[in-house]
């Protein structure tokens, strides 16, 4: 969520800014009438609280006096039903500004690359080179059919399309794959693991600022009014909402295993092969709370973290700074890390890596004393970063598809061999 002060302070500059987003700012000239309303009455309701007060004061001398003051006592009744109107009048006014900020996305960082869609993107890196196979390549659904290790058609059977299993060496190879990551992060990166829950109630999925905005595309508990997570970044972000850290304790990193769901709700028409597009994934997720100062270093290094995994994976990717025009709601500067898909002749996202500033943290309302000079503290709003280290669904086809052979098995990579237990599926 914007800071409204922002807004009311530096319009021009928050205009221009949505602009780059390809974002109406409509938006923002109704926030400025409503908050210049609400300015107004609250001065109004000021004047007339400070009048009753003194009115008060003199109604406490008159009785003091024995003096009749019931005229004073019917004015001043007459004032708090006025005061109790405009109190009323506040909270719609508040209600309307907070329901406009929910579609209000977070303003770009200074310097992040101005562009219209995902074709301005900027490709930052290139990782690895691609193979050259002296056989036909098969896709990662010919490839888990003839191996029997996932299954999309029985999957769909239990649950619908987009909802994969995972069987024999292919679920081990998942299995490793969620270990490795988790043991390389809690082990060399410096995270600390969570397990959090995957159904989560709706203040915390206002918190991490999914819902109103994309309710559409979440599944729904009616029944207990709990929502399906569509990343881990929603029950790591809430850990620490309505809290005030201490500033020696930033930034808190933490990484967290999760099934993570998603109705996809625009993906009609859609390249919807196999785990090309599926409502049911596992992931990964890292997530750092850290100071206002520190964030965009925090923001390389978490990057780091993640492309180092796709390197002991022997992957090939690419890094990519996602423009104005292509972040995501909450980001203010955004890379997506894509690796190569054979079979597609195509890149493929297998994680975003954000700094969110204090676009969250607005309003989860997590905060930290921030220590001063004069050795004073000072509340501030933390920064959070969130990042997928790594999604499974789409580098399981890149591994699948890079590391076949010609007779339709697949090699391990040997950094997850002492996980599976086997080097080859065959």
Known sequence: MLDIKLIRENADLVKAKLVLRNEDTKNIDEILELDKSRLEILHKV?????TRNKVSAEIAKMKKEKIDAEEKIAEMKKVGDEIKGYDDELRSIESKIESILYYIPALPADGVPEGKDASENVEVKVWGEKKN?????????????????????????????????????????ERALINFMLDTHTQQNGYSEVMVPVLVNKAS?????????????????TADDLYAIPTAEVPILN???????????????????????????????????????????????????CTPETSYQELETMLGHACGLLEKLGVYYR????????MGYSASKCYDIEVWS????????????????????????????KVLENGKTKTE???????????????????????QNADGSINVPECLQKYTNFDIIK
Request: hydrophobic share 35%.
């Open 342 to 369: 054979y079979a597609e002749d195509k890149w493929l996202e297998a994680s975003s890596v954000s700094n969110c500033t204090d676009f969250q943290s607005r309003r989860a309302q997590i905060r930290y004393k």
């Open 205 to 221: 999925m206002e918190a991490a600022e999914k819902i109103p905005k994309f309710e559409e595309d979440m599944y729904h508990v």
């Open 133 to 173: 196979f002296d056989f036909e390549v098969k896709d990662h659904v010919q490839l888990a059919k003839k191996l029997d290790i996932l299954d999309f058609e029985r999957g769909t059977k239990i649950s619908g399309s987009g909802f994969p299993l995972y069987k024999g060496k292919g679920a081990t190879l």
């Open 381 to 403: 709003l933390v920064h959070m970063l969130n990042g997928s280290g790594l999604a499974t669904s789409r580098l399981m086809v890149a591994l699948l598809e890079a590391n």
């Open 239 to 289: 850990i620490h909402r309505d809290e005030i850290l201490k500033q020696d304790e930033l930034p808190i990193k933490y990484c967290g295993f999760t099934n993570c769901f998603r109705r996809e709700a625009g993906s009609y028409g859609k390249d919807t092969k196999g785990f090309l597009r599926v409502h049911q994934f596992n992931k990964v997720e890292l997530f750092n709370f």
């Open 319 to 326: 890094v990519i700074e996602l423009c104005t025009g292509d």
């Open 46 to 50: 000021e004047v007339m609280k400070e």
